[in-house]
């Protein structure tokens, strides 16, 4: 089967550093996405692995190991804007079909 | 550009009915995926249209379908509403689908009563 993990929730002060992890288990790996998705709206990309490794993108980033079947993405100098819930995202392959399948997010809390 | 504009935003329905929800893609985009998202659940994958394919489908019953125009403008039709079917609607297109970012609409909230 596919199986996506990540926290069910965060905290975290303003200012400070969080790194949000997400494990998975899934046929046919072929790239990780993470998106931000704030209360009562839609999802927006954030980034995009699908090499081992660290992207990094301005107060993010995102790192994957496709062998331990883990990425997390860290987040530097927390804004209160940046409460929101993240979304780890895998896209497989595990026959002819090609699907993503998204985690159920981990909602982040940003404290004064 | 305009963005993913989905239609309509809010809607309630009867078990039994069914439901159509509209998806027009952003300029240019031809792949439009839609997904589920409930507080239980998360985000699941629906289906994927490609150039009036569906090139790609998840795990849900065959009261779940849907289908795309020439004009990547895409539908998806729920029959025989149930309860459990209350959900929050989102989908997403991308210029190829694969790989490439895809960008999403603000969904459509169904609630079955």
């Known amino acids: 089967g596919q199986n996506i993990d990540q926290p069910t929730e965060m905290t975290a002060t303003e200012g400070a550093i969080v790194q949000i992890n997400c494990t998975y288990q899934?046929?046919?790996?072929?790239?990780l996405f993470w998106y931000q998705q704030h209360a009562g709206e839609a999802p927006t990309f954030l980034s995009y692995?699908?090499?081992?490794g660290l992207e990094e993108k301005g107060r993010f980033s995102s790192f994957l190991s496709r062998s331990k079947g883990y990425s997390y993405l860290l987040l530097k100098e927390l804004q209160m804007k940046d409460s929101a819930s993240y979304l780890c995202a895998v896209r497989v392959h595990p026959s002819r079909d090609d699907k993503i399948i998204f985690g159920k997010g981990t909602r982040l809390h940003i404290l004064p | 550009k305009a963005g993913v504009t989905q239609t309509p935003r809010y809607l309630i329905k009867t078990r039994g009915q069914q439901v159509t929800l509209s998806c027009s893609p952003i300029?240019?985009?031809?792949?439009v995926s839609w997904y589920q998202q409930t507080p239980g659940q998360g985000l699941q994958f629906l289906f994927e249209y490609f150039s009036e394919t569906q090139r790609n489908k998840g795990n849900f019953p065959g009261r779940f379908s849907g289908r795309q125009f020439s004009n990547s403008r895409s539908e998806m039709n729920v029959s025989t509403l149930e309860l459990g079917d209350s959900a929050l609607y989102l989908c997403?297109?991308?210029?190829?689908?694969?790989?490439?970012?895809?960008?999403f609409g603000q969904g459509t909230r169904l609630t079955v009563v």
């Open positions: 300029s240019g985009h031809r792949s």
């Open positions: 997403a297109s991308s210029f190829t689908g694969g790989n490439t970012e895809a960008f």
């Open positions: 692995n699908v090499l081992d």
């Open positions: 899934t046929s046919g790996f072929n790239g």
